[in-house]
């Protein structure tokens, strides 16, 4: 006789095809397996000015700090389409990098249309509503990457990949090109005895085209990002002026970075997404380096107040694109350089006058 648990788990996953995630998994609350990493990783400061980690350390030991009395995690994955140089990876020997790029470009994962965050929640809120039904007593929520928990070390516990080396979860059969969430409920839906099949062991072995490829040498060691040298650390979460050391190694990179993927064995044959929320939406705009001195903070609050850009507001995508038309010698973005330099105490003057001198360089005009 099929029990409550079994019939709730059977649901979930085929709730889960149903609305195109990959696949899903059910892990125990317990505590994290690499908590103590984690607060390491702390200590030795590689979180930059992510304070925020620091400030909630204790919450990542175990869900219970998300989700009091939490019994089960529902870890789902929904693929999303890899970048589109992918297909460009260059092998020499054992080693792979990508070509130097002419154009401005922008992370995956923000290709989409809408922030993933918001649609991800919406998608499982009806799962959430199913779980009270069944469980009236329980609690449960969902969580997409902003609640105190580490989604990667209970994913690789449940069986649904391994964390490689440039610190992604990987998975057999969709790489990385991933995103992942979790559903934190009260309800009991594993067994004590019971555990999926666990794929957390590694299966990098001696590759090493994450850490050789990334420009910025992140990964002071395998396994371990240093978020201070990390791109997609200084085009999202930074406020501010970015370093001088930095910007150059930027390159065209606009927003994120995905060249710790893009060389990744395991993402050379993905699945891609049939997820419609998740196909690539208004690349060329998103990749433009004048749309964004275009906008004003009205415009852009209109096109990106739901999606991931908002991450970086206006000022933020504003520096990155004046960085990366100096990178790429964007002629063509002097006036709206200019402007930004000649104003009094704008909060890019110092950005802006630095790619005055790398576009007007002798160097530079001699292209």
């Not at 175990?62 to 994955?77: D, F, H, K, S, Y």
């Not at 406020?239 to 910007?247: D, Q, T, V, W």
């Not at 630095?354 to 360089?361: H, K, N, P, V, Y």
Request: charged share 20%; with cysteine; aromatic share 8%.
């Amino acid at each position: 006789m099929t029990s409550l648990i079994e019939l709730a788990r059977s649901q979930i996953e085929n709730f889960a095809k149903e609305h195109g995630f990959h696949s899903v998994r059910f892990a125990r609350s317990l505590d994290a397996e690499r908590f103590p990493e984690f607060c390491d990783w702390l200590e030795r400061g590689y979180n930059a000015s992510m304070g925020y980690l620091k400030k909630r350390q204790e919450a990542y030991r175990n869900p219970g700090g998300v989700l009091e009395n939490c019994q089960t995690l529902i870890l789902l994955t929904l693929p999303y389409q890899a970048h589109p140089w992918t297909h460009r990876v260059i092998k020499q020997g054992r080693k792979r990098f990508v070509p130097s790029p002419l154009t401005p470009t922008i992370g995956s994962y923000a290709m989409p249309r809408q922030d993933y965050h918001i649609w991800i929640r919406r998608k499982l809120k009806p799962l959430v509503k199913e779980l009270q039904r069944m469980f009236p007593d329980c609690h449960s929520r969902v969580v997409v990457d902003t609640a105190p928990l580490l989604e990667r070390d209970y994913a690789s516990r449940a069986g649904l990949g391994w964390i490689g080396k440039n610190t992604m979860l990987l998975n057999r059969e969709i790489g990385s090109y991933f995103l992942l969430s979790a559903i934190l409920t009260q309800a009991k839906l594993i067994d004590h005895e019971t555990q999926n099949g666990s794929e957390s062991t590694s299966h990098c072995g001696t590759c090493r085209a994450c850490l050789d490829a990334c420009p910025t040498q992140a990964f002071v060691e395998p396994y371990v990002l240093d978020a201070n040298r990390c791109i997609s650390y200084w085009t999202i979460e930074h406020r501010g002026e970015i370093p001088e050391a930095m910007r150059v190694q930027m390159g065209p990179w606009l927003f994120g970075c995905d060249i710790c993927q893009i060389v990744c064995p395991w993402n050379q044959k993905t699945t891609r997404s049939d997820c419609q929320d998740m196909k690539h939406d208004s690349i060329v705009r998103k990749s433009d380096c004048m749309h964004w001195f275009e906008l004003d903070q009205a415009s852009f609050d209109a096109l990106y107040k739901d999606t991931p850009f908002a991450r970086s507001g206006l000022i933020g995508m504003q520096r990155n694109a004046i960085i990366v038309a100096a990178n790429l010698g964007i002629e063509s973005a002097l006036p709206a350089i200019r402007r930004v330099a000649t104003q009094a105490n704008h909060p890019l003057e110092q950005t802006a006058l630095w790619a005055l001198g790398q576009l007007e360089s002798p160097i530079k005009n001699l292209r």
